[in-house]
């Protein structure tokens, strides 16, 4: 049997775990909360990709479009890039990125989320547990992740 691979590792170590707080984000577009813990109670589509990466850019607009149909039932989409911010928010302006995005210049919180290979994106649910990792760019997994955030925003909220 194979070794499983990084993705594969990832998935693994991360899943039914709670997301790691975040540090050091500095706001690109959009209202980038200042933790992870604010975001509770919303469903969390946390997007790791940089201005250079082309499979990034193509899913830029998969994430607006998200962002859109389901930011009102408690959606919250969030990009997080190394990448420097006035690169970072000319591309977001340019990719029309209508959810929140932000630097990690430290690259902190995409070592605390393990974040080897871009897009690398976390479906986080409303008590702040990971509930998916995709790796990578897969328009055949779109449906998939649409229906998991529909599941995910119709189970109650957490008790406070």
Known sequence: ???????QILRLDKIGTFAPAWRSLTTVG?????N????RGNVVL???????????????????????????QGLRVVGVTTDDVSVATKT????????????????STSAAYGVKALPTMFVID????????????DP???AE??????????????AP
């Open 126 to 137: 409303k008590k702040g547990v990971i509930r998916d990792v995709v790796v990578g760019y």
């Open 92 to 107: 977001a302006q340019a990719l029309s990125m209508r959810y929140a995005v932000a630097a990690d210049a430290s690259e």
């Open 1 to 7: 049997m194979p070794f499983p691979g990084h993705d």
């Open 145 to 158: 992740v649409e229906k998991l955030l529909k599941a995910l925003l119709a189970e109650p909220a957490p």
């Open 140 to 142: 055949t997994r779109h």
């Open 30 to 34: 959009g209202t980038v909360p200042a």
């Open 36 to 39: 992870i813990g604010t975001l």
């Open 46 to 72: 946390l997007d790791f990709w940089a201005t250079w990466c082309a499979p990034c850019r193509l899913m830029a607009p998969q994430l607006s479009a998200w962002h859109a149909a389901y930011a009102a």
